[in-house]
C-alpha cells in the first residue's frame, strides 16, 4: 500500500478502464480473485497489464448498469493465463471514486474518469481498526460452520488473521444482493463495512435456523 499521503495522491490515475462484469465488488485494503473468460474483458486486461501500474476500476453492476456512482479502483497482484486461454487475476482494492457522470455516458472502451477527493481516506484504512471486532468474529464462526456447511473454519483462524484480510474474506464469500453492493460500496470506514456484513450474515442464519426447525 501507499505510504506517504502526497506519494498515494500523485499516483491516483486521471482515468480509468473499468471491467463491466455484474455481481463483481472491491472495496479498499480488499482482494479478489476474478475469472476473466470474455473476448472483451480478455482485451481490457491486456491493456491494463501493458501499464506498470496496472490498475482498473471495478463498479458494482447488475445488467451492466452501475448501481452506484461509486467504484474502486484496485492494482493487479497477481496475473495467470489458463490452458483453455482465461485469465485470473487477484485485484487489491486501493481507493474508491465517484464517477464524473458527464464523461460516464459513452462507455464503449469502458474507461471512466474518476474524482477521487472524497474518498482519499481509503488509502489509510490499514491503519483503522473494527471497532466491533469481537461480534464480527462471532457473527463469521456461526456463519460459516451452520449457514455454509462447506466452508466450516475454526475459530481460533477467525481471531488470527487481520481486519482487512477480514474484510477481503467476507467480500469475496458472502452472498448479497445489488442493495448490500452499494451499502458496502458507500460505506465510510471498516467499522461501518464490518457492520453491514454482521446484518447480511445474521439474516441468512436465521434464514438457515427457520428453514431447519421447519424440516424438523
Known amino acids: 500500500m501507499f505510504k506517504d499521503f502526497s506519494f498515494k495522491k500523485s499516483k491516483l490515475p486521471s482515468n480509468l478502464l473499468y471491467l463491466d462484469m455484474d455481481g463483481l465488488l472491491l472495496l479498499p485494503t480488499g482482494e479478489r480473485t476474478i475469472t476473466i473468460s470474455e473476448p472483451k474483458h480478455l482485451n481490457l486486461i491486456d491493456k491494463i497489464m501493458q501499464n506498470p501500474a496496472r490498475i482498473l476500476a471495478i463498479i458494482p453492476m447488475y445488467r451492466k448498469k452501475f448501481i452506484s456512482d461509486i467504484g474502486c479502483a484496485g492494482k493487479i497482484i497477481s496475473f495467470a493465463e489458463h490452458d483453455d486461454g482465461k485469465y485470473v487475476i487477484t485485484v ?95 460505506a465510510k470506514n471498516l467499522t461501518d463495512i464490518s457492520e453491514i456484513f454482521q446484518n447480511i450474515m445474521a439474516v441468512q442464519v436465521a434464514e438457515y435456523e427457520s428453514k431447519v426447525s421447519v424440516k424438523h
Open 92 to 186: 487489491l482494492g486501493l481507493c474508491r471514486f465517484h464517477i464524473d457522470i458527464l464523461t460516464s455516458q459513452d462507455n464503449m472502451d469502458n474507461k471512466i474518469v474518476p474524482i477521487w477527493y472524497e474518498f482519499l481516506d481509503d488509502l489509510d484504512l490499514t491503519t483503522q481498526k473494527i471497532d466491533n471486532r469481537n461480534d464480527l468474529n462471532n457473527m463469521v464462526f456461526d456463519y460459516f460452520n451452520l449457514y455454509r456447511d462447506t466452508d466450516t473454519i475454526e475459530f481460533a483462524g477467525i481471531q488470527q488473521i487481520s481486519d482487512t484480510q477480514m474484510i477481503s474474506l467476507l467480500s469475496s464469500k458472502l452472498d448479497y444482493d445489488t442493495n448490500n453492493q452499494e451499502q458496502l460500496i458507500k
